[in-house]
Structures are given as C-alpha cells and as structure tokens.
C-alpha cells in the first residue's frame, strides 16, 4: 500500500516520535479516519523499533480494515525481517466497531493482559466523528495504558475530537496526514478485508460442533432459520478467550459445521455477530436479521385511518419477496388486495370490491384475480374490470368457490354488447369444489359460456407457475367462502465469489445446481463443465446460497368456528404476511356471530396459533371510524409477542 503520510516519515515529526519511543516503554495509540494512514505509521514505527534491537508488538483494534490479521476481530501482531507476523487475537465477530465498540474494548482488553510488555502501538478503529468515536477513544486510552495520542490530521478536515482530546490523561500529538491521504471506496475496503480473511483461512479444516453441547452468545440468526447462518464469522471460545476464528459452512439441526484452522475441541462457547461473507464472496456486514414478531400495529401509511373519508382507508403495504401487496381500500373499505409482481410488470387481485382507486393500467396488466365468495363488497368491483378491458386484451383468469361462474356469467348477461364489435373481454373461470377445479370460459356478448371440464386441485392448489403458486382452502361464511396462500418457492443463488474460485465456468450446470438446491436434493449428480461428476449437495455447501420461501395468507369473512380455526390455523402456518379480518371489537361479539365475521380477538388469536410472522387485521366495521386504536389494542393482546 503506497504510504499516505510519505512526508511525516521522512520530517522531524515521525524522528521525534521514534525517539520519543526509543528513550522509554511508552504506549502510542494512533487515531485518524479511515484510509488516513494509521497502520502505515504503525508498521512504521514497528519496523524502525525492530531495526533498532527493540521487541514491538502492534495492536490492531479496527476490526474492519485491520492492516493484519483477520478482520472481525482484534489482532496483534509483532514486526520482523519477513513484515507483520500475527502473534495473537481475539474474536470480535463484527466489522462495525461503532455498534460493538464494548465487545472490541473487551477484546483488546483480553489481549492486553496476555502481552502487556510487548504491546507498544495500538491502531484505532477509523471512527474521528460521534459518539461512537469519542467512547472508543476514551476506553482505549484507559483500558489501554496509553501514554501518547497521535492523531493524525487531515489538513481540510481538520483537528477531530477536539474536546474529547483535550480530556485525555494522556499526551497528544498531531501528525500532517499529507496530500495523499484518503478514504479507500467500499469495494476497496471489501476487497482488502475479504482477502486477509481469506488468507487466514486458507489452510482451514472442516469442523462440526454440537450446539447441544455448547452454547451460541453474541447477536447470532434464529437457530430454526439455517440460512441466516450460512457465511457468517464464528468465533471459538475457550479458556480465557478466543481459540479461532472459523467460517460457517451450515447449520444443520443443531450442528453446525464449520472452516477452521484448528480442529480444537475444549471450546466453551461459540460466538457468533454479523460479519460475514456474501454471494459475491465478499466479507461484509450482514443485514439484520429481522422477523417481525405476530402483532397488529397498522403500517406507517395507514394512520391516521379518521383523517380518511367515510368507507375509504388509506393503502396498506406489505413486501412479499420481489412483489408488494396492498390492501387497497385500507382496513375499513370493501375488501381488495393488489398483489403487484414488479419484474413481471403484471398483477393478481385478491378480492374485488371497490376499485376505483385503482388505474385502468393495473387492469389491462391483471392475469389472475382470486374471489373469496360473491357478496357485493368482494365482487362489486367486476365491472371495473370488465370495463377496463374492453379491446384486445388476453384471457383473464378468475377463481373462486362454487357458484362463481354463475355470478360472472350473471353480470356479463346484465349488460347490453351490441356494440363492442369482436375485442370482448374474456374470463377463465375456475371453481373450488374439494379437491376438483371445474372450469369454465366466458365472453362478454355470449349467450353462454363454454364447460372446460374439471381437473384435479391437490391441496387446494389453483395456480402454479415457476415463480410462485396459489392455494385456496374453503371455510364457512353461511357460505362457503376461500381463503388463498401466495407462495413464493425456495430462491438459490449462486456464490459468485466461490464459483470464480472453483475455476468452473458457468453454464447449464448452474441451472441444475439451483434447480436441486431448490427443492433440497442433495443426492442429484451434476456434471461439471470440466467432465467431472459431483453430488448437489457438496456444490450446494460451496457455492449456493438458499433463501426460504415466502408465503402470504389473504382471509375474510368467515365465521368464528372450531373447524374455520383448525382449518386456518395450518393454511396459514408460519406466513410471512397474514391478511386476516377483525371486523368486530369483543364487546359487539354477538354482531360478529350473528353476520358469520370474527372478532379482534379471534383474529389474533389465529395469528398466535399460525406463529406468523407479520399480522396485518383488516375489513373493520365502520363502527369504529372513529377509534381505530381500539381494534388494534384487542388484536395485539390476543396477539401477544413471540418468535422474534
């Protein structure tokens, strides 16, 4: 690395300093913002101490641009004829030593007492802004037993710190960082962290570890989500600090396999943050790791619900994978989820009640649309749609429970089409009966539709296409009524880091790759580009990251039963996003029962028993225009709070 601060080097300043080493056992803790030059004046120091016949050990507490070592961790390391030699470290398991800056004085504070004579430089992290900067700068110089801080300054930026340099027991002295300081880019930085930790890893071994045995401390994933898990930077505990550092190749139950220089088996604990490698191959820092708890509060957009005009709320929003669900009317309107596949520039309807809200453009792109049952304010929107597909548009698709196609062929009849000419909207109409799907094709302007005949629906299911499918089940309204699951299926992606490494080209192979890995067929034979034959499941542990699939539940109107419950309660088992009714407080419970619709307390109660991830209540009795906050009370207390 060309040297940022090539001119102190060779002035009085850096002679000074050295000196000023040399004359005595003095501590140096070097301070500046990233790319500004620290380790390099700190390999300097260390080599020019060494030259001099004097043992110099480096400590390095910028966990994620350390000059040596493995990032994630605090490394030290001692200069000789050869460059850095790394002596020791300890597992900090994160790159952000802003968020963890306890964990790292813990660390260095570990590694101090183990070398407590040879430590003569400390290398700070490249924090010189906030609080997070002043903590670190105040611990380090107590914790370390520093005697002089040297900051190095940036001649635009200035003197960093100020007051809180002032406050320290210890000297201060500045150094000119010099024209050619600057901060690396985040690929730069990526880049060089990614290679030292491969480097350290590069003789690793496998290793599995029985979490029954030992226990998991830090920040880690849910131990029931393996994915999260994968890539991530695991530190080895054992007597008085950290054993190794290692790479998580899976977690499988509750073992966990692991890359690791040692083989060591008296390990206490296993550590684990947020330091990680990613499909690129990169060592970064992952994104939190968050499953909403099951709860009720409304999405920011749809408060204040008593702002919005009578029958009208406004949108709810929910992410589904790559496609946003919204609940278009809000939570007091006529049912109508609009579930958009953005890369696909195409949209299902789940319901279609009031769709005024919504442009004729989101009508000439819907393929699908999903019918809970025909009262008014699940269907009453039909005729939107009709309208806005009149001309050349293709077939669009309906689903529903008995009886539906009678009700489209109804509203078809119930207008007059002299005059529309041979562009004439067109439905596919599919009704639900148990495990069969009669079908039918109707046009406007006909006086009847066409029997398709009927095909087998196993488990409920309507629809299925490569990227998604959609199930329905059928409960009790008085009528009956559906209500529909949006699945998304397992997504692999390859490591692109990993298959440079391996030297693969890429090709067709690839796609059966991702194919096993999707379904979990680790026994499927894959044939290399090179000739060779490998089991999936071993391409999989190299270079195939697998997300899980993501599932959204859509039910409404349905009564307040033991069977509805049971029914609901495993259709919607473990969903990503429940759309579920809560049309009645538990004080008008009578109303709720007498119309066949659940109650706020029902409704979470369905969500708890679900263990799904996020609850959003909907379809609300206009009763409580005024007092939203109520219905969301009773839903969360019957809610509660878990899995998170």
């Not at 140096?28 to 700190?42: D, E, F, R």
Request: charged share 25%; aromatic share 6%.
């Amino acid at each position: 690395m060309p040297s940022a601060i090539s001119e102190v080097f060779s002035g009085i300043a850096f002679e000074t300093l050295l000196k000023r080493m040399c004359g005595s056992d003095a501590r140096v803790l070097i301070v500046g913002a990233s790319g500004i030059g620290k380790t390099t004046l700190a390999a300097h120091l260390c080599r020019a101490l060494h030259e001099r016949g004097l043992a110099a050990g480096c400590l390095s507490a910028d966990v994620g641009s350390p000059g040596f070592g493995a990032p994630g961790a605090v490394n030290l390391a001692q200069w000789d004829e050869a460059g850095w030699r790394l002596l020791d470290l300890e597992a900090v398991c994160s790159l952000d030593a802003a968020r963890f800056r306890l964990p790292l004085i813990t660390a260095t504070a570990r590694l101090l007492a183990r070398h407590e004579a040879l430590v003569r430089v400390l290398d700070a992290p490249g924090l010189v802004r906030g609080v997070p900067a002043a903590e670190l700068l105040e611990a380090l110089v107590q914790r370390g037993g520093v005697d002089l801080v040297v900051v190095l300054v940036d001649r635009e930026a200035g003197l960093p710190l100020v007051h809180e340099l002032s406050a320290l027991p210890a000297e201060v002295r500045q150094l000119d960082a010099g024209q050619r300081a600057h901060r690396p880019g985040q690929l730069a930085r990526a880049s060089n962290r990614t290679r030292l930790w491969s480097a350290y890893l590069a003789d690793a071994l496998e290793l599995v570890v029985d979490l029954e045995r030992l226990p998991v401390i830090g920040t880690p994933p849910p131990i029931d989500v393996p994915a999260a898990w994968r890539g991530r930077q695991a530190g080895l505990g054992g007597e008085g600090g950290t054993r190794d550092l290692a790479e998580i190749i899976a977690l499988e139950g509750r073992r966990l396999r692991l890359r690791a220089r040692s083989t060591s088996r008296a390990l206490r604990y296993v550590l684990v943050r947020d330091a990680m490698r990613d499909d690129d191959d990169y060592l970064v820092t992952a994104k939190p790791f968050v499953r909403a708890v099951s709860q009720a509060r409304p999405p920011p957009d749809v408060m204040p619900l008593v702002a919005t005009a009578r029958g009208v709320g406004t949108a709810a929003v929910a992410r589904v994978g790559p496609a946003f669900a919204t609940l278009v009317n809000g939570v007091f309107g006529d049912p109508l989820l609009h579930l958009r596949l953005r890369q696909e520039r195409r949209s299902l309807l789940f319901d279609l009640g009031d769709s005024r809200r919504l442009p004729a453009r989101i009508a000439h792109q819907v393929t699908d649309v999903f019918i809970t049952h025909a009262h008014f304010d699940h269907i009453g929107g039909f005729l939107w749609l009709l309208r806005s597909r009149l001309g050349a548009f293709p077939v669009c698709r309906l689903y529903g429970p008995p009886g539906l196609a009678g009700h489209i062929e109804g509203l078809l009849r119930g207008i007059l089409w002299d005059r529309i000419g041979v562009h004439v909207p067109c439905f596919e109409v599919a009704e639900l009966h148990g495990d069969r799907l009669l079908r039918w094709h109707l046009c406007a302007g006909q006086a009847t539709g066409e029997y398709l005949g009927e095909m087998p629906s196993s488990a409920g299911l309507l629809r299925e296409e490569s990227g998604f499918s959609v199930r329905g089940i059928t409960l009790d309204h008085g009528t009956p009524v559906l209500a529909f699951a949006f699945e998304l299926p397992r997504q692999a992606r390859i490591r692109k880091g990993r298959l440079r490494a391996s030297g693969l080209s890429p090709g067709p192979w690839l796609t059966a790759l991702k194919s096993a890995a999707r379904v979990g067929d680790r026994q499927r034979v894959i044939r290399l580009p090179n000739g060779a034959r490998k089991a999936a499941g071993l391409l999989m542990d190299d270079m195939v990251r697998v997300a899980p699939g993501v599932k959204l539940v859509y039910a409404t109107d349905f009564a307040d039963t033991r069977q509805n419950r049971a029914l609901l309660t495993r259709f919607a088992d473990k969903s990503h996003v429940f759309f579920c009714e809560a049309s009645f407080l538990e004080v008008d419970r009578s109303r709720a029962l007498r119309t066949g619709h659940l109650t706020t307390r029902a409704c979470g109660e369905i969500a708890a028993s679900a263990a799904v991830a996020c609850l959003v209540p909907f379809h609300f009795s206009h009763r409580y225009e005024n007092n939203p906050h109520a219905v969301y009370a009773e839903v969360e207390a019957a809610c509660g709070r878990f899995g998170g």
